[in-house]
């Protein structure tokens, strides 16, 4: 048992592995990978995407699409290429894709690249890679998206150095590459010097410096660049330097820079999204060829033709084999004048002649390496120019540290020309300035084209026309200032800025400033000798105007609080325009609503004191200071009525605690408003109270919601135009009979009691309870708000009432066009003879369709105790079918004839008791009846029309046939028929001949005339067609439609003339086949063709006599009966005429 037990549970096991092995749930979701993106790609560079599928089934090799979704539209999807082939994608990319510009790189199966070598603006999409399904079932993704945007290419790479450059072995080579890039994004430049070789080859990169500011030495040049022979180095923002000293042979090529820019993908990693190269430069190195005891020298001018004020450098260079073990003195001449020489220490000896220009800077000279001696002048003089040459002594160290001079060489000449410049002195103003008083005065003379020192003068004058100049300072070569002797006592000063403007500073500007300056600028140079003199000179004018503080200051009061109401705050904003710098006092006037006399409220002085005239409390300041616009604003915390008026602020504007100008705001108005009523009075409870004579009555009325706990009321009871009672806020109670039958109590909660005692009918009526609403504003001041009012209608009956109506509700059905009779039935208090009744009819439609009702209630009808009755005003016609009756005492019927759809819904009535005592209606009572719930059911179709298809043969051809329309059954007992009778000939389309219309008119038809219409019963018509022919055969039949008046609900009938009748069926009869025997008589009875022409002419005889007797007998009827009527076109049994047809 137990082994097959086991047998048994192996079996199981593999049945399930197996069944697992036959399913998904063992395999994992298709899954497709794109780069992440954004990814941000540069105009014209390549781009390349990878994508990739795991998870799969079916072949091992996949098929890739790969698609594109434009911004403009990002929900169409254009294709780009596929795996499958090059016609592939649209023909917007077919062109790019057959030319290789666009192409699919496989990787794997698996796993592809897709590429686009060089990118357009237009290429920016959302790129979209498809794997088509080759699974067993859907399941995982099939398309993966990425976003790709193309932007501008805005990488710049520029060399503007000379395109060669010659140079011996050991020298220094020095480049400069600019490298800038204007993309949006945030990317990383990289600039790398490359070394083509003149044998050809790949460029050999010499050093980099990386994206990340890291310097990266090429291949080969590690242990130079260790040794400090090779640099780059990031200068300014955009500028790389390149610095190769020592320069080999294996030097000399092209050299050049390219700056490639990297931008941070969103997986972080970074990518080259562009490259470009700048302009290279030749470099040629020459070999030293020197004996190995001796050295050679050499001389270069950096620049030969130089201008006066340039720098002037000439190098020395000294070339010999173990150069660092030798020691050198390098002298530099001037023709046969010595200018300085550098000892083979290093130390610096200048000639008499150049010592004064050394200790001013203009002379320097050192030994740069160990075997260049530069010798800079700067600035350079026109003296500086001729002929320059090097000479270098060698010389050995004894033991004790001395030297010994050896070996002398001399360097070729170098000629250095230089040109003096002249002066290109340009002093510029502008011609017009204005300023305001109180503010900084400062003129600006703007100088360009100098070349040496510089003095200035300004000068004034106060008319710009006709007066002279007064100096007002000067600032001589030297830098020293002189200040004119009508501006002693003012801050003024003049200096030179950087970019070589000269600047006047006057302080704080007086309008007495105002007229014409004058800026003299003299440049200065040196002569031969060395001393100063006048190179050029020019002036400018500018004429300066100074605005009054009285008329720039400006004074506007503003608010958006104009209408507020108790206790909101108010907000008054006082602008003020004047120049920042100068001081001002703010002062803020009110004037209250109805008064004349205006008070102080707060004034703010230039000192920037605050004094208060009113309660600080009430008030809060604050200021807003602008450059040119400044807002004072006065807040009133809580508003009270009395701050109700006009506002006003004064603004006074100071200069050195002087007063020098004011200026008003216009009145700004505030209306303060009481607050809006919450008031709610109700009546409790608000029921009609009715008693009887002598009782005592209890009236109440409760404020349900008021603005504030802190409210006080005010309460008057009025009836019938009279008050009976009144209270004010402070509970002070006004009684008119003096508490004789009336009083009031006032109880907590708002509520508020009158009572009356010993009631009699003249207190019958409608009391109204009138309650006024007072609040206290923050300044203590009592206000009312609009009262609110509740009423109670109060009857005093004789005796009590026992009137009591029918409260049943009823459910009746009648059809569309029925009468229905509606009852309203009084139970009790009929049988009293001094009782009049006064009703009401109401009614509520409801839909027959869905059932709701129409939230309005119609009066129908109302009937007034004294027996009047009038109907209700939105009725339209349905006056006309209602009818009022009174069978007797206690019953009121409402009968309403031929029930339309829309009189479907809810009727009742509502019945008042009077009694008529003392000429006076007195109300003892009133009562609702129970709902009589009407549904009116719509007309049913019931027409039939005898549909028996007949057919007739005629032979007598003067009697004619008829064609018969009987209808078996209608739809209503009111309904009225329109029946036309057809004709269909040989295939034709049947033609109408003959209509009877539902208002008993005829209509025939040109396709037959002189046709005959009878109608012998209710429901059957008959159309005889007279002196039949072969012409009169073919197929005969009726058509008949039943019409009733129109409802007024909105039944899809079809309406008739003008919407009055509607259809409610229509009914085809039976076809009644007709064929009319037209053979010859005579040839029928035999008879010859004597016979035959003999009757003709009798016949023909007897016609004219009739003819002829009958004209005579009209002749004679028309002069004895000319106001005779004539017959109806419409009798029965009469023929009829044509008449127009219809169309």
Known sequence: MELRLHIWTSSLLLNLLGLLLQTDFGRAQRVVTIEKGPLYRIKGFPVSIKCSVSN????????????????SRPSQEIEIVSTIGDSYGYAVYQGRVRSREIWIERLTGSSVIFHINKTLIEDTAEIECHTPNTDSRYYGTYTAKTSLHVVEDTLSATYSGPSSLDLFEGDTLQLECLASSQTFQHTHLSVTYLLQSSSGGEPRPIISLDRDLTVRPGEGYDARYQSRQVAIEKVEETQYRLRMTQVQQADQGKIFCRVQEWIQDPDRSWFNVASKDAQGVDVTIKTVEVAEDSFAARIKVTKADLQEGEEMEVRCSVEAQNLPELFFTVAWFKGDQEVARVGPLG?????????????????????????????????????????????????????????????LQRSQPQQVTITAKE?????????????????????SCSVSGVHGELSVTWEYKKDTQGSTFSDVISLSQDGVTEVGQLFQQRAVRTFRLANGTVVLEMGDAEVGDGGGYKCTVSEWGRDNSGGLQRKASQSQHCSVAVTSLATLLKVRMRSRTVAV?????????????????????????????????????????????????????????????????????????????????????????????????????????????????????????????????NSDIQLSCKVASAISNASRFAVSWDVGGRTVASGDRNGVVSLPDNGKRTSVTTLSGGMFQLMLRQVDGSDSGRYLCMVEEWLQDTAGEWYSLPPQSASRQVVVNEKPSDFRMDQTLIETNAGEGEQIEIACKILSGRDDPSSHFALTWLFQHVSPESGSASGTTNTLLTYTQKGGLTYGDSLGGLQERLRFSRPDPGTFLLTVDKTELGDNGKYWCEVEQYQHCNDKWEKKGSQRSGQTEVRVKPIEAKLHVNEKNQRLNVTDLKAGFKVDCSITSRSSQDSLFEVTWFRTQGGKPKTAILKFTRNGTLQSYKARTGLVFTRPEVMSFTMTVPEASDADSGNYSCSVEELVRKTTTARKTMDVEGGKWKKVAEAQSGFLDVLVHTANPAAQSGASPEHVACAVLAILLLILIGVVAIMGWRFHKAKTEQKKAKGSLWAESNPLKPSAPEA
């Open 423 to 443: 002066s290109g002195l340009v002093v510029s103003m502008e011609p017009n300035l204005s300023t305001t008083e109180g503010s900084p005065l400062s003129l």
């Open 347 to 407: 130390m610096l000896t200048v000639l008499p002649g150049y010592s004064a220009r050394s200790e001013e800077g203009e002379l320097r000279a050192a030994k740069t390496t160990d075997k260049d001696y530069v010798l800079t002048l700067r600035p350079a003089r026109t003296e500086d120019q001729g002929e320059y040459q090097c000479r270098v002594w060698q010389e050995k160290r004894g033991e004790k540290g001395g030297f010994t001079q050896g070996q």
């Open 565 to 693: 109401k108790v206790n909101d705050p108010i907000d008054i904003r006082c602008s003020v325009r004047s120049p920042r710098s100068v001081p001002l006092s703010v002062q803020w006037f009110f004037k209250q609503t109805g008064s004349k006399s205006e008070e102080a409220i707060v004034s703010v002085l230039h000192t920037g004191n605050v004094v208060w005239e009113q309660d600080r409390d009430e008030y809060q300041l604050s200021t807003e200071l602008g450059e040119e616009d400044s807002v004072y604003n006065l807040e009133v915390n809580k508003a009270s009525l009395r701050n109700g008026g006009v506002y006003q602020c004064r603004v006074v504007a100071y200069l050195k605690n002087i007063q020098r100008a004011s200026q008003s705001s216009n009145w700004l108005g505030v209306q303060v408003n009481k607050k809006e009523s919450t008031l709610s009075v109700t009546a409790v409870p608000a029921s009609p109270l009715t008693t009887i004579i």
């Open 56 to 71: 799969f089934e079916g072949p091992a090799e996949q098929t890739f699409h790969f698609s594109a979704y434009k911004p």
